[in-house]
């Protein structure tokens, strides 16, 4: 698992319905074997905030929408987000949380 992959997560309260989910946590958090890790949901839909990137022109990335992700309910690997999509995703981090 790496910083900026996407992924399906299935938590066992949710089996209908499968969510992908965007890596943020570090490549060291997401290497160990921390069961937690950090990411962000990909939108269907633009949410209309400055806080929000688009990726890929289909999916948008809401950054005051971070949580933790259990690492055994992410299932596959299906994307990977590019290096100037990351860019502005830490970029509207930094801003969410004044970092």
């Given at each position: 698992?790496?910083?900026?992959?996407?992924?399906?997560?299935?938590?066992?309260?949710?089996?209908?319905?499968?969510?992908?989910?965007l890596?943020?946590?570090?490549?060291?958090?997401?290497e160990?074997?921390?069961?937690?890790l950090?990411?962000?949901?990909?939108?269907d839909?633009?949410p209309?905030?400055i806080?929000a990137?688009?990726?890929?022109?289909?999916?948008?990335?809401?950054?005051?929408?971070?949580?933790?992700?259990?690492?055994?309910?992410?299932?596959?690997?299906?994307?990977?987000?590019?290096?100037?999509?990351?860019?502005?995703i830490?970029?509207?981090?930094?801003?969410?949380?004044?970092?």
């Open positions: 698992m790496r910083r900026g992959e996407v992924w399906t997560y299935h938590p066992p309260s949710e089996q209908a319905r499968a969510r992908r989910m890596l943020l946590s570090s490549d060291g958090v997401n160990s074997e921390r069961p937690w950090i990411g962000t949901e990909l939108l839909r633009d209309d905030d806080l990137v688009a990726v890929d022109g289909h999916y948008w990335v809401s950054t005051v929408n971070v949580t933790r992700l259990y690492r055994p309910w992410l299932r596959e690997c299906v994307a990977e987000i590019d290096g100037e999509v990351q860019e502005q830490d970029g509207a981090l930094r801003a969410a949380l004044d970092l």
